[in-house]
């Protein structure tokens, strides 16, 4: 649904080719609407798959893997090809957030993930709790390959920030400025002076706080909404806390349920809106931000969330929810924080805003130590993990 980033587009070793978008099966029951899906994906995926040139790998990420881990294991045995999974999550934990885990579909999906995860010929996965859990419960060997930021994910400087501002307040009216400025371009957070077009922060400027989504069930943004709450109330109280801009950015199935719930929030100090970004703007506007939230609840408990990969590429600290493995990326108190709860959230955020927007305190010792902390990123870490192993067929 939304455009590649440029850098895709413009690559010439690198060739899109689209899978058209099913409609008209959502006749009968909806078991057998997902069993005709299913075969109807099967179809058009090895259709597609054998249409391109020979591969000497194919690169799947799972999930989502049904149909297409076993339609990738039957390319490959045409082309005579290797194939890598990629383990990013379980389909079936992830089916099993709305059918129960007892479900038949989410049992026959377990069953076909350890099946024909075993075909493959090579395995990645993104935290060390995911390979042991992949070897003792389906025995498949994996290498740990950290998800990583793209080299477009930093901090974003003053002007760029600026000129981003001044597009998103066209359309959304929390990043319009608060009072005229005049001789100045203005939005919420910058100014542009009008004499010498340098770019200053706004003064008495709110706090960007900033979240990513899919809005699905594995993230309940019901947490920060009461979180929010609680901020308003200490502002209320008379805490010296600075006014918020929320942003919640992503499209899913669960948007429209939460927007519902926002519209019914009567804030005097928050803003919230939830914006759909291009490709290119997103890494901007986490460059820019002032604090992320994670509120990602692995259905496995074995993956980390890729939007908090991103927030710390651009030096970005974080607040996330407490899942099992979470540790493996989030060090607490260290680059960021990690809640239980909204409760614990609300007090978080009045910890890390009092001293807004000074240069010293918690929050900008977490962004410090993202910036000491010299993160690999993508490329390299693709390379120093995934080209030996492909090192006999190069």
């Not at 609300?346 to 010792?365: I, N, Y």
Request: with cysteine; charged share 25%.
């Amino acid at each position: 649904e939304s455009r590649p980033h440029r850098d895709v587009l413009r690559c010439q070793n690198i060739r899109l080719v689209p899978v058209a978008e099913l409609s008209g099966l959502r006749v009968g029951p909806k078991l057998l609407q997902y069993v005709l899906k299913v075969l109807v994906q099967s179809v058009q995926l090895l259709y597609t798959l054998l249409r391109i040139d020979q591969p000497s790998y194919i690169l799947l990420q799972n999930p989502p893997g049904l149909p297409s881990i076993a339609v990738a294991w039957v390319a490959g045995l045409c082309w005579g090809s290797k194939l890598i999974i990629d383990w990013h999550n379980y389909g079936y934990t992830i089916m099993s957030l709305s059918h129960g885990r007892s479900h038949p579909l989410v049992l026959v999906a377990k069953w076909y993930e350890k099946l024909f995860g075993r075909l493959s010929d090579y395995n990645l996965c993104v935290t060390d709790a995911m390979k042991k859990d992949l070897w003792v419960n389906f025995k498949i060997k994996a290498v740990t390959l950290y998800d990583r930021p793209a080299s477009y994910f930093k901090e974003t400087p003053l002007d760029l920030q600026h000129n981003l501002f001044m597009k998103l307040a066209k359309d959304y009216e929390p990043f319009r400025p608060r009072a005229v400025s005049p001789g100045a371009e203005s939005s919420a957070f910058t100014r542009r002076d009008g004499s010498s077009g340098s770019v200053l922060k706004a003064r008495g400027r709110p706090a960007l706080l900033i979240s990513s989504t899919s809005w699905t069930e594995d993230e309940d943004f019901s947490v920060l909404l009461r979180a929010l709450e609680d901020y308003e109330r200490f502002i209320e109280e008379g805490a010296e806390l600075p006014a918020l801009v929320c942003v919640i950015t992503g499209k899913g199935p669960l948007k429209d349920y939460y927007n519902g719930l926002i519209q019914k929030l009567h804030f005097k100090h928050i803003q919230i809106c939830t914006p759909w970004l291009e490709a290119e703007d997103y890494p901007l506007l986490l460059g820019s931000a002032d604090l992320g939230v994670c509120l990602h609840k692995s259905s496995s408990g074995l993956d980390l969330p890729m939007k908090v990969v991103d927030m710390f590429g651009c030096c970005l600290p974080v607040c996330a929810i407490h899942f099992e493995c979470l540790h493996e990326l989030v060090k607490h108190n260290e680059n960021g924080l990690i809640f239980r709860d909204s409760q614990e959230l609300a007090k978080q955020l009045k910890m890390l805003f009092l001293d807004f927007p000074s240069l010293e305190g918690k929050l900008a010792s977490f962004r410090e130590n993202l910036r000491m902390s010299r993160q690999l990123r993508w490329d390299q870490s693709w390379d120093q993990t995934v080209l030996p192993l492909l090192g006999n067929r190069e």
